[in-house]
């Protein structure tokens, strides 16, 4: 189901079906997977990290 918030068009029916349940009932669940991927990435988390612990 991430991959279908973030744009992704290899899931399934269930997938989209559930998908769609879940924007209705709480729109902002795309940005939120949204943000959650860009912490994924090293150089992201890195960044969100830093500022917050005084490193550079």
Do not use: K
């Not at 068009?9 to 940005?31: F, G, I, V």
Request: proline share 5%.
């Amino acid at each position: 189901m991430h991959d279908l918030l973030l744009g992704g068009t290899d899931n399934y029916q269930a997938d989209r079906e559930a998908c769609d349940e879940l924007l209705r009932l709480a729109p902002s669940t795309r940005e939120l997977a949204r943000r959650s991927a860009q912490l994924t990435t090293p150089v992201s988390a890195a960044r969100f990290v830093s500022p917050r612990d005084g490193r550079r």
